[in-house]
Every structure is written in C-alpha cells, then in structure tokens.
C-alpha cells in the first residue's frame, strides 16, 4: 500500500505545484507586516524552543497538508519517528483556507498508513499551512484560528497542535534554479503562527524553522522534492521529531 501511495505522489508532482510558503506581499502590505514580524519573531522562536525541550508522548501523530508534505512523510520519515504513533493526511493543494472551512472535502481525505491506535481522533497533529494568496498577517492568523477551532471540533482526543510552515530553502532564499518563490518563508507567516501560540498557550507550538540540507532537494528550485530529496528531507524532519513526540 506504501507503494501505491507513493506513485500518487509523483503523479501529484505532474499534475502541478501544491507547495506554499505564501505569496509576495504588496510594498504595503509588506511594510504593514513588518513590525509585527518583528515584534512577534522573538515569541516564534521562543515558542519554538520551548517545544524543542519538552519530549511529548501521543498515541497517534498526524501531520497535515499539501502532497509536498507527504512527499517527506513517505520519503522515509515514519521509519525514524516510530510508524505505528503516526499518520497523514495530505492533498495536492490542500490550503489552508479549504481546512479552515469546516465542510471542505479536503476533511474527507483518506488517512495515509494510520496510526496502530486511535487513527480515527489523534491526540496530535502536526498541520503545515499553505496559501499563495495570503499576504498579511491578519488574513494567516484568521486561518490558522479556524482551522484550530475546526481540529478541535473533529478530533475529541485532541491535545495538542503544532503549526508548520512549508520548508524554507536553505537560509530562507531562493535556489539559483528556481522558477518560483514557493521555498520562500514570508516573515507575515511567521508572526501569525508566534500570535496564534499566543492565543492558545500550552495548546498550540511552533515548530521550529525547518531548512532543506541544500538546493539539490527540489525540482526546480521548488517546493517539490526529488526522491533523493525525499528521502533528506525525511531525514530533517525525522531527526527532530524522534525525540519531540
């Protein structure tokens, strides 16, 4: 079954980029965002570590969202962190406004190699947020906020949730191949996730800022992986995550 869910993977790759790290911000927009990616960067990273030192102990992980992250779920991630504790969910152009709508068909998304226990309500999830057309962080902070209420809402065991953004390349900068800015982490992004930590203190985290090992990993400069990169990337997750579950 690992097998047949890893050639709807690549065919995911033709049928068109599903990656997100937001969308190119107006001058304005920019300059609006600016003092509160400043002034919330600090609580991101704070939140961030102070998850980083807590080993967690759930039944059932799920990690949330588009096929690019199930690209590193599939690349050999389960086989560091532990397969029967975790599961996911993931779906070519999964944004985060669609998880956000509690009626979306993104909810009827098969589970990808369920959890051995409680497969059916995980006590946590891992949800990666995605959207090209978000530019502030107003419109991020609203998203994230629905769709925690709406994880809340369908998932009674629920005990925790920590937000991703996708992975950033390395530095957070362009690969000179790129064709797009779509491994590109927008500080906007950044600053809702440390206010929405904020809103829901012991409830939700930040995971850390996660960077590809090099620009050899993405086709094209991005979001989607090559299998070696598949497999590296796994490795970045995997790593962290084997000791922070």
Known sequence: MRHLWLRIVTLGLAIGAAGCAGATA??????????????????TDA??????????AFTCNQVMGVSV?????????????????????????????????????????PITSPCAEQSDSPDR????????????????????????ANLQAKYPKLKHIELLTMLR???????????????????????AIAKVVADH?????????FEAPNCDVFILGGPHLTPDGQAAVAQVYGDYYATHQ
Not at 26 to 43: I, Q, R
Not at 174 to 187: G, I, K
Not at 201 to 209: C, E, I, K, L
């Open 26 to 43: 107006s001058s304005e927009d920019t300059t609006a965002d600016a003092a509160d990616a400043e002034t919330a960067s600090d609580a």
């Open 47 to 56: 939140a961030a570590g102070t998850d980083a030192a807590v080993t967690h």
């Open 69 to 109: 992250t199930g690209e590193w779920f599939g690349g050999g991630f389960e086989a560091r962190v532990g397969d029967p504790h975790w599961q996911a969910v993931t779906l070519s152009h999964a944004y985060v406004d669609l998880w956000a709508d509690p009626t979306n068909t993104v909810w009827a998304t």
């Open 125 to 148: 999830v891992l949800f990666v947020g995605c959207n090209w057309d978000y530019t502030t962080t107003a419109e991020w902070t609203s998203a994230f906020t629905a769709v925690i």
């Open 169 to 191: 390349a390395p530095g957070n900068q362009s690969c000179p191949d790129a064709v797009n800015a779509e491994t590109l982490v927008q500080p906007f992004i950044d600053a």
């Open 201 to 209: 203190p012991g409830f939700v985290s930040a995971a850390p800022h």
